[in-house]
């Protein structure tokens, strides 16, 4: 079982930048790949980013690839994702997610999500 928190979602302007934090609790951290998610209102979940256990590998959408890097910090249990260049369309609800030692796009290949952290960005 792991236990995941999101925070450092708020509010932003158009071009800004916004950092979120997960942090887990529950069985060891560094056994699990991490994505980021996100979900606008009316729209269907959508994969946005990913990192192995150890941070070696990263995946990035379309969408988001060459302004949103994700990273993590085993020792402190916590992956992050670092969101420059904001756009009005990136406003969505972001959820953190765990997987066994895998790297995917595919939300069911997680098995454990935080509660989502609400990111808005003014035009």
């Known amino acids: 079982q792991v236990q995941l928190v999101e925070s450092g979602g708020g509010l932003v302007q158009a071009g800004g930048s916004l950092t979120l934090s997960c942090t887990a609790s529950?069985?060891?951290?560094?056994?699990?790949?991490m994505g980021w998610f996100r979900q606008a209102p009316g729209k269907e979940r959508e994969f946005a980013a990913t990192i192995s256990w150890n941070g070696g590998r990263t995946y990035y959408a379309d969408s988001v690839k060459g302004r949103f890097t994700t990273s993590r910090d085993n020792a402190k249990n916590t992956v992050y994702l670092q969101m420059n260049s904001l756009k009005p369309e990136d406003t969505a609800v972001y959820f953190c997610?765990?997987?066994?030692?895998?790297?995917?796009?595919?939300?069911?290949?997680?098995?454990?999500w935080g509660q989502g952290t609400q990111v808005t960005v003014s035009s």
């Open positions: 529950g069985q060891t951290f560094s056994n699990y790949a």
């Open positions: 997610a765990a997987s066994i030692r895998t790297t995917s796009a595919a939300p069911n290949d997680y098995s454990y």
